[in-house]
C-alpha cells in the first residue's frame, strides 16, 4: 500500500473546535508529499462510547475500518484517542476471529465487512515512520534553536501498551525527536506522562482542570517558552482552558501551547497566518516575536 | 467510595456469584488476579485529585459481590480511562477494562451520567460525537479546509440496530 497517501480521518474533536490542529497539519503533510484523501462518509471512532458500551465501540471502530478498507487506503489520525481506538480495535478483530465474527454480523446489517487489510496510525507514527526522521529534518529552513519548549504526548497515543504497540508509554521518545527535529530544545519536567484530565471533563471539571493545572505548574517551573501537544482534547486543556484554570486557582502561566504541526511549520519557513496561529487562546506574540528575531 | 465504605456491609448485599458474571465478559477476564497491591491507585492521576475516586477499592469490592453498591455508585464514571493502572498492574488484572465493564453494566441499568447519551445521540444522527456549529462549517471555507465528510445515520443506524444502550438514549434524541 502506498506509503504517501492516507485517509484523512478527522474524528469529531477537531471540526468541533481545534481548526488549527488540522490547518497546521495538512499544510505540513502537504509540504512532505503525503496526499490525503478525505473519509468517503463519517462516524465517530467509538471511543468516547466505550464506557458505556463496549459492543457499539467495536462496531463504529470496525465501521470505519470497514469503509477504510473498500478504498484500499490507509488511515492517518490527528487525533491520538481515533488513533488508539482504531488500532486496538484493528488488532483485536484481526486475531479473534469470534468477535471478527460477531461484529461483522452487524456491520452486514449496512453491506460492510471488516477484513483487517489497512493501518490506523496518528500523525507522529506516520511522520516517524513512513516520511522518516531525514525528510522531516530536510525540510527546516528555518531551524527553531531560539526556543524551548515541553512535550505532552497524551495517553491514548501510548497505552495500553500491549494493544497500541506504539513508543514507550513510561518514556515516550517520537514526539520529542520530532520537536528536536526542528531544531528547538525539548525539556525534560516532572509527570511528563500524566493525563490532562480531559475525559473528566463533564463528569466532574473541577478535577480534570486540577489534573491540567498540575502539569501547567510543572511546565512553568522548568521555564518552556511553550507547550507541544499532538491530541485536540489535550490542547483544549491547556490552550483553551489556561485562562479558566488561572482564574479557578489564581494563578498566571500565559504559557501558549502550540500543536505540533505549527511548530514544523515555523522551522519550515511558513507564516503564522498559514498555521492559524490566530486560532489559539493564549497570546502568542512573545513568542512569534523570539522566533522572529532568532534570539 | 467512601460513603459506601462507612455503611455497614450486610450479608444480604453480597451477590457471590458477581465476580464470576465479569470474569466471563470481555475485558474482566482477569478480576480475580488482583491482590490489592493498590499500584492503580497510587498511580490513578484523577485519584490524586478526588476524595473517593480508588480504583483497588472498585476492583475489592467488586471481587466481594458488592454489586448494587459498585453499580450504583458516581464514583465509577470518573475513570478518565488513562489506562495507567492497566499498563502498570503488576498482576495484569487490565484495571481500566475492568472498571469499563462494570462502567457498561451501570449503563445497562440506565446509570449514566448524561454528557453520554448527549453524545451517543448525536453520534446517531449526525455520525459526529458533537454538534458541530454551522458557524464552524462555515468558517472551514474560509480557513481553506475542505468540506467535513457526511455521517450516514441510516447506514450507521443498521449496524447498532441490537446494541442495547440504545434503549437508554433513543427516547431523549426524539
Known sequence: ?295 | MTEAVQRPIKSSEIDSKFKYEISKMHGGEKLMRCFQCGTCTSDCPIARFSDTYRPRQIIRMTQLGLKDRVLNSDTLWLCASCFTCTDRCPQDVEVASVIRVLRNLAAERGHVPQVFKEQCSSILESGYAYKIPELRLKKRETLGLPPLPKGNPESLGKTLRTVHFLKHVEKKGE
Not at chain 1, 479473534?96 to 493501518?119: Q, Y
Not at chain 1, 497524551?154 to 501498551?161: D, E
Not at chain 1, 482542570?209 to 498540575?214: E, V
Not at chain 1, 502539569?215 to 483544549?236: E, G, R, S, Y
Open chain 1, 1 to 295: 500500500m502506498a506509503k504517501s497517501k492516507y485517509l484523512m480521518f478527522l474524528g469529531c474533536a477537531i471540526p468541533y473546535r481545534v481548526a488549527a490542529f488540522e490547518v497546521s497539519a495538512r499544510k505540513i503533510l502537504g509540504k512532505l508529499g503525503v496526499e490525503l484523501v478525505e473519509m468517503p462518509e463519517f462516524n465517530c471512532c467509538g471511543l468516547p462510547l466505550d464506557p458505556v458500551s463496549h459492543e457499539m465501540m467495536l462496531i463504529l471502530a470496525a465501521r470505519n475500518l470497514a469503509l477504510a478498507e473498500q478504498k484500499g487506503l490507509n488511515i492517518i489520525t490527528l487525533c491520538p484517542g481515533c488513533a488508539g481506538t482504531l488500532k486496538k480495535v484493528n488488532k483485536m478483530l484481526k486475531e479473534d476471529k469470534a468477535l471478527r465474527d460477531e461484529i461483522n454480523c452487524h456491520l452486514k446489517e449496512a453491506g460492510l465487512e471488516f477484513k483487517g487489510t489497512v493501518d490506523a496510525k496518528h500523525l507522529i507514527q506516520v511522520l516517524i515512520e513512513d516520511v522518516g526522521l531525514e525528510k522531516v529534518k530536510d525540510s527546516v529552513v528555518k531551524p527553531l534553536t531560539m526556543l524551548k519548549v515541553a512535550e505532552h504526548n497524551g495517553c491514548h497515543i501510548l497505552r495500553p501498551k500491549e494493544l497500541i504497540g506504539f513508543d514507550d508509554p513510561e518514556d515516550p521518545k517520537t514526539l520529542k525527536t520530532l520537536i528536536e527535529a526542528t531544531g528547538a530544545t525539548c525539556l525534560d519536567y516532572m509527570d511528563e506522562t500524566e493525563c490532562c484530565g480531559a475525559p473528566s471533563v463533564g463528569v466532574n471539571d473541577k478535577i480534570a482542570l486540577q489534573l491540567a493545572r498540575d502539569k501547567l505548574n510543572h511546565i512553568k517551573t522548568v521555564d518552556a517558552q511553550a507547550m507541544i501537544t499532538i491530541c485536540p482534547f489535550c490542547h483544549i486543556m491547556y490552550d483553551t482552558n489556561e485562562l479558566r484554570i488561572e482564574k479557578m486557582f489564581n494563578e498566571a502561566y500565559g504559557i501558549p501551547v502550540l500543536h505540533y504541526p505549527q511548530l514544523l511549520g515555523l522551522a519550515m519557513g511558513m507564516k503564522p497566518e498559514e498555521l492559524a496561529f490566530n486560532e489559539l487562546r493564549v497570546d502568542v506574540s512573545k513568542l512569534l516575536k523570539q522566533v522572529e528575531g532568532g534570539a
